[in-house]
């Protein structure tokens, strides 16, 4: 059975969670969190764990879209959107 590109994204961005140690947020970490109300982020670890997903799908977020990824469903979509193969 093969996983399906969102998933692979949401696992993708799990890990990342994990290297910016940022275990509590990977424990609470579903499509609807939202970074600061459900996952206790603040705005410096928003920028980096976004800037992360830049870096690992190679898209780029322009300062104007930014303040609408609020959860991890949003940051999925978008990767997705903007990345037709999604390589992890």
Do not use: C, W
Not at 6 to 27: C, G, I, P, T, Y
Not at 29 to 44: C, Y
């Amino acid at each position: 059975m093969s996983i399906s590109p969102r998933d692979e994204v949401f696992s993708a961005l799990r890990e990342e969670l994990e290297d910016m140690n940022k275990l509590a947020a990977v424990q609470l970490m579903t499509e609807n969190a939202h970074f600061t109300h459900d996952m206790g982020l603040d705005s410096l670890d928003i920028v980096e764990f976004v800037a992360r997903a830049e870096l690992r799908y190679r898209v780029h977020v322009p300062d104007d879209d930014f303040p609408g990824l609020d959860t991890v469903g949003k940051v999925i979509d978008y990767v997705l959107a903007r990345k037709a193969d999604v390589q992890v």
